[in-house]
C-alpha cells in the first residue's frame, strides 16, 4: 500500500538543538542509541527536526480521511476526486474509492498519531495502514520505530471507555518493557545469571531474552498469566 518512503538521519542536527539549550556548543558526538531513546520518550523539542515521508497509494477515502484528521506536526497531499479533474463524478463516488495519499510528518507527529491509530479501537482498515508505515520507519530507524506506539503503551494503562482488554495480557507487558526500554544494556540477573531490566515503576527486576520476551525471574510475577 506504501509506494514510496524518504528519511534523512539529522541526529546530528537533533543533539545540536538540544545541546543549545543547555548552552553548549556543537553536536559534539554523534548521539547513541540510549541518547536517541530518551530524548524521543521526554518528546524534547529538538524531536520535531526529524522528518519522515511517505505516499499511500490505493488507500480507501474513508481511511484517508482519518488520517487527515491529524493536523499538528503532519502535512497531507491527497489525490483529487473533483469532477473537471477526473471526469467521474464524485458524488457517485463511494466512501470507498480509491486515493493516493502523501504525508510528511515529524517525530512528534508520528508518535501522536501512533497513539490513536495503533489501538484496537482504532478500524482496522486505518490500523493496517499505520502499521505499514511504523514498519517503514522501523527500516530507516528502528528507535524512532520503537517509540511509535499505542495508547496504553505510551500512557501505562488504558483510558478507553470500553478496553479491550490487551493491558491484562504478558503481551502487553513485555511490550510495555520494550517501550520504556532506553538501552540494549542489561544488568546480570543475581538468580540466573540472564539479563535483566530493572523497574521501578513495577518495583522488581525483569529478565528478558535475546527477542526482549519477558521471562520469570528473581521479584517478578505477573498477576495473571495468559500463556
Not at 33 to 43: D, F, G, R, V, Y
Not at 124 to 135: D, G, S
Request: aromatic share 10%; charged share 35%; hydrophobic share 30%.
Amino acid at each position: 500500500m506504501i509506494k514510496w518512503t524518504e528519511y534523512e538521519d539529522v541526529w546530528a542536527k537533533v543533539k545540536r538543538s538540544a545541546r543549545t539549550t543547555i548552552r553548549r556548543e556543537g553536536a559534539g558526538e554523534y548521539p547513541s542509541e540510549e541518547w536517541k531513546k530518551s530524548i524521543l520518550l521526554a518528546e524534547h523539542s529538538p524531536i520535531r527536526k526529524i522528518k519522515f515521508s511517505w505516499k499511500w497509494t490505493g488507500l480507501k477515502s474513508w481511511v484517508s480521511v482519518h488520517f487527515v484528521r491529524h493536523k499538528i506536526g503532519i502535512e497531507h497531499w491527497v489525490s483529487t476526486q473533483r469532477t473537471d479533474r477526473t471526469g467521474i463524478d464524485r458524488d457517485k463516488l463511494p466512501q470507498g474509492a480509491l486515493v493516493e495519499h502523501e504525508c510528511e510528518a515529524d517525530a512528534q507527529a508520528l508518535i501522536n498519531i501512533s497513539r490513536k491509530r495503533l489501538c484496537s479501537q482504532a478500524s482496522p482498515e486505518t490500523r493496517e495502514a499505520w502499521k505499514e508505515v511504523v514498519e517503514r520507519i522501523a527500516r530507516h530507524d528502528p528507535v524512532l520505530a520503537s517509540v511509535c506506539v499505542r495508547e496504553c503503551v505510551y500512557r501505562g494503562f488504558c483510558p478507553e471507555m470500553k478496553p479491550c482488554g490487551y493491558t491484562m495480557t504478558r503481551e502487553y507487558q513485555n511490550e510495555l518493557l520494550r517501550y520504556r526500554r532506553r538501552s540494549g544494556v542489561q544488568d546480570l540477573c543475581e538468580t540466573c545469571g540472564k539479563g535483566v531490566v530493572k523497574c521501578n515503576a513495577y518495583g522488581g527486576e525483569y529478565t528478558m531474552n535475546d527477542d526482549y520476551v519477558v521471562v520469570q525471574c528473581k521479584k517478578f510475577k505477573l498477576e495473571r498469566d495468559d500463556d
